[in-house]
């Protein structure tokens, strides 16, 4: 559904993408991840026609952004930053000024969406009256309007609550379980894109450190966590088949059985307590990957 082919992009000289090259599946939930200033709304600029990139091409549907950006972008809806509306209207008259910029969308299109977003009750009120979770809602109204296959949310729950980013994923899960619709959601919070998203690029200073399933990222390296009562001399025994990670943990080899590694200490007259897998949280798996990136980095 989206294609990026080696996108490169520079502000002031600054480069802010290295040849980006990327592809989301239709009726996907795509994770974007990186830290502020990584490349992600510079990549969502680009998608949607915003900005110009130096070199490369973006399409959607297999239609070119660069060079027909109506086409490409007639089933594309977006969250592109902060929504804005005009406060001293009602949300209802916000979504009829929008829709009419690009496509004349029926009364009863615009009420579907409302419905769908859960703002029924209030859509007639100014928006000036509203939440900052009412405001993100009546953005992903506009976003699906007039019937995209395609959305692009930028840090859609800056801002929010915990109960209001709990709405919001719940929100954007059901639309595409429903309505099979293509999501990209573009965030720095780790958290929300593992829940939300299978497949997952992380970005780092512009450049792509992980392409793939957050099962393969978590599953990079197995780690094993012992309670024993002589670190230094299971630490021996284990011997060159593990990297020590720290204090109880180390790093399996590929191939390497826990179930082994156990009867290797008992046998050298260790004992063991306690043995559990150790899943790396998603904030140690980040670090990592950006670490390993900007060391291998070339200089600018």
């Given at each position: 559904m989206i294609e990026l082919r080696n996108l490169q992009k520079s502000f002031g000289g600054k480069p802010a993408l290295h040849g980006l090259s990327l592809e989301v599946q239709k009726g996907e939930v795509f994770g974007l991840l990186g830290h502020n200033g990584a490349g992600k709304s510079t990549t969502l600029g680009i998608l949607l026609g915003q900005v110009f990139p130096d070199a490369g091409e973006a399409?959607?549907?297999?239609?070119?952004?660069?060079?027909?950006?109506?086409?490409?972008?007639?089933?594309?809806?977006?969250?592109?930053?902060?929504?804005?509306?005009?406060?001293?209207?009602?949300?209802?008259?916000?979504?009829?000024?929008?829709?009419?910029?690009?496509?004349?969308?029926?009364?009863?299109?615009?009420?579907?969406?409302?419905?769908?977003?859960?703002?029924?009750?209030?859509?007639?009120?100014?928006?000036?009256?509203?939440?900052?979770?009412?405001?993100?809602?009546?953005?992903?109204?506009?976003?699906?309007?007039?019937?995209?296959?395609?959305?692009?949310?930028?840090?859609?729950?800056?801002?929010?609550?915990?109960?209001?980013?709990?709405?919001?994923?719940?929100?954007i899960q059901r639309l595409n379980r429903e309505r099979g619709l293509t999501v990209v959601f573009c965030s720095h919070l780790l958290a929300e894109v593992e829940q939300l998203c299978d497949h997952v690029v992380i970005l780092n200073q512009g450049r792509k450190i992980f392409d793939g399933r957050w099962a393969d990222l978590g599953a990079e390296r197995r780690q094993v966590r012992f309670e024993v009562d002589d670190w230094p001399r299971a630490v021996v025994l284990l011997g060159e088949s593990v990297?020590?990670?720290?204090?109880?943990?180390?790093?399996?080899?590929?191939?390497c059985a826990t179930a082994d590694l156990v009867a290797r200490l008992v046998q050298g007259g260790v004992r063991v307590s306690a043995v559990e897998p150790e899943r790396r949280n998603l904030e140690q798996i980040y670090l990592a990957l950006t670490q390993n990136s900007a060391s291998s980095a070339p200089p600018p």
């Open positions: 399409l959607i549907g297999g239609v070119s952004v660069q060079r027909e950006r109506a086409r490409a972008l007639a089933k594309t809806g977006a969250i592109f930053e902060a929504p804005r509306f005009y406060d001293y209207l009602s949300g209802w008259r916000n979504l009829e000024i929008y829709t009419s910029y690009s496509a004349r969308v029926p009364r009863a299109q615009i009420a579907e969406a409302v419905e769908t977003v859960g703002l029924t009750g209030r859509i007639r009120d100014k928006v000036s009256t509203y939440s900052q979770g009412m405001r993100q809602r009546l953005g992903l109204a506009q976003a699906l309007l007039p019937a995209n296959e395609v959305i692009l949310l930028d840090e859609p729950t800056n801002g929010l609550d915990p109960e209001g980013i709990a709405e919001m994923r719940a929100l990297r020590v990670i720290g204090p109880g943990v180390v790093a399996l080899d590929d191939g």
